[in-house]
């Protein structure tokens, strides 16, 4: 099939090679010409696991192409689609649409015959009416343009694995047994003849399926992080205990990885977006405990912090901190919502010399917070350092063998935020150890 792919961010780039990896001749389609001169290069904007070569090797076959030109895109297939942002608008918790209806308002004038208009961006319930009227508006072919919801539940670090071999499929339509449907079966073809559930609903339903996945796992993260709370305080280890709940079936211990809390460019907005959208529903009440989500998230960072202080005697200034970590989580130059660079930034303000590392995030990092001082080696960063804190937990960060670090560091004391190191082992080299919710 003919498709093309309009936003290609993380999502879109990696929706537009996953389907020319499905045999699809893909034109993705980007209003920033740096971004489409870089894909068009083989080369993604950001970091993600197999995503350049994947670029390359379709840019090579002439199955995927990049433009800037929406006429382009129009005139290329019949099936479009729309994978633009929807960040949080600022100082609210509410979503920016303005990405996205101005992608559908640019797209639809050069609409002229039949063609489906499927939307991954994830948006508050209600939004695919509008995304309809839009169309219906401004394309020479009014309703001839079909719209379907196809929500994108994949993680930044797997997200072709989870593109191209998802949980599930999630196909939202005005109508049942619309053309839209047939159009969007046989794209995905070869995903759902491997078994993958496929899910057919209404348009709402499509919608609250991100919403709600996201709230679920957001939930999920803080429930532990709130139990890891009640574990420092009671001299109990959260780490057996997340094992020891996780092999209940019924709650399962992947997505419950307690620690620092959650960052990254979607959980954190999502459930705000939720909240503000229950609210202008009028259902407010029923998402009240995603203000305590938050919340208990927020207060994680706040622990480090505390626990920071109270490892250096109840005084910051002047302290030197060795930061590991810079991305909201492993695998990604992603900083949006960092949790580790939130406590860098935090502990800066406070006094304290602040040195960070990260294998792939320091770039980015420096761009934002240019008050921090930033190494890349993990090892040379800890030298002379008054206090480690774990913060993202990157594999290789868990491999870096304590003992020869001890002789480097100014005093051997780390904080692990993320439960990921042998505790027992950096003891043993002579460090002295706290980490969130263990003893
Ligand atoms: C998330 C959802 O998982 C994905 O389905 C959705 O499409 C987009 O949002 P992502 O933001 O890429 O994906 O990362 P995810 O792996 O879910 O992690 C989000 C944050 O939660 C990270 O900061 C991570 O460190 C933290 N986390 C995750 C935990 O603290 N504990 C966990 O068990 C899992």
Redesign the pocket.
């Known amino acids: 099939m003919k498709l093309t792919v309009v936003g290609c961010g993380y999502l879109g780039a990696t929706h537009a090679a996953s389907m020319a990896e499905l045999d699809h001749e893909v034109l993705g389609m980007d209003s920033d010409m740096d971004k489409v001169a870089a894909l068009n290069s083989g080369k993604a904007p950001f970091h993600e696991r197999d995503l350049d070569e994947m670029l390359a090797r379709h840019i090579a076959s002439g199955r995927l192409k990049f433009t800037a030109s929406y006429t382009e895109a129009a005139a290329f297939a019949d099936l479009h689609f729309i994978a633009v942002g929807t960040p949080q608008l600022p100082g609210e918790h509410a979503y920016d649409l303005s990405h996205l209806f101005s992608a559908v308002r640019q797209l639809a004038p050069h609409l002229k015959g039949p063609a489906v208009v499927a939307v991954k961006s ?1 948006v508050p319930v209600g939004t695919a009416p509008r995304v309809r009227d839009l169309l219906n508006e401004f394309a020479p072919a009014g309703d001839a343009i079909e719209v379907a919801w196809n929500p ?8 072709i694995e ?1 593109t191209l071999r998802p949980d599930r499929l999630v196909l939202g339509f005005e109508t049942e047994h619309s053309w839209a449907e047939t159009v969007l079966r046989q794209c995905f073809e070869k995903i759902i003849e491997t078994g993958t559930p496929t899910i057919v609903t209404d348009w709402a339903t499509a919608e609250l399926a ?1 919403a709600s ?2 709230a679920f ?2 939930t ?2 803080s429930f ?2 709130a139990i890891a709370e009640v574990c420092e305080a009671s001299g109990a280890d959260v780490t057996q205990l997340a094992d020891i709940l996780g092999h209940d079936v019924r709650i399962g211990r ?14 954190p907005k ?1 459930i705000r977006g939720f909240m503000a959208r229950a609210d202008e529903l009028g259902v407010d009440q029923a998402l009240t405990i995603l203000r305590e989500v938050d919340a208990i998230n927020n207060w994680r960072r706040e622990r480090m912090i505390d626990l920071a202080r109270e490892q250096l005697d109840g005084n910051l200034t002047g302290k030197r901190i060795t930061i590991w970590g810079a991305a ?3 695998n ?1 130059d ?1 900083i949006r ?3 580790a660079l939130a406590v860098a930034q935090k502990l800066h303000e406070l006094g304290a010399t602040v040195t960070v590392t990260d294998p792939q995030a320091i770039d980015n990092a420096r761009k934002t917070h240019p008050e921090l001082d930033y190494i890349d080696d993990p090892s040379a960063a800890v030298q002379n350092a008054d206090l480690l804190l774990h913060l ?2 990157w594999p290789q960060f868990s491999h870096i063998d304590p003992h020869h670090l001890a002789a480097r560091a100014g005093t051997p004391r780390v904080i692990d935020g ?1 439960g990921t190191l042998n505790t027992e082992t950096w003891r043993e080299a002579g460090w002295t150890v706290r980490a969130l919710g263990r003893p």
């Not at 994108?152 to 997200?159: G, I």
């Not at 992947?254 to 959980?267: A, E, S, V, W």
């Open positions: 994830t994108e539940f994949l993680r930044e670090s797997s997200a989870d991100k996945a996201n796992l957001a999920k993260i532990i992080n992947r997505g419950m990885q307690p620690g620092l809390g959650f960052g990254g460019g979607c959980l999502d909201f989580k492993p990604t992603d919502d960092s949790p993202t937990e993320r």
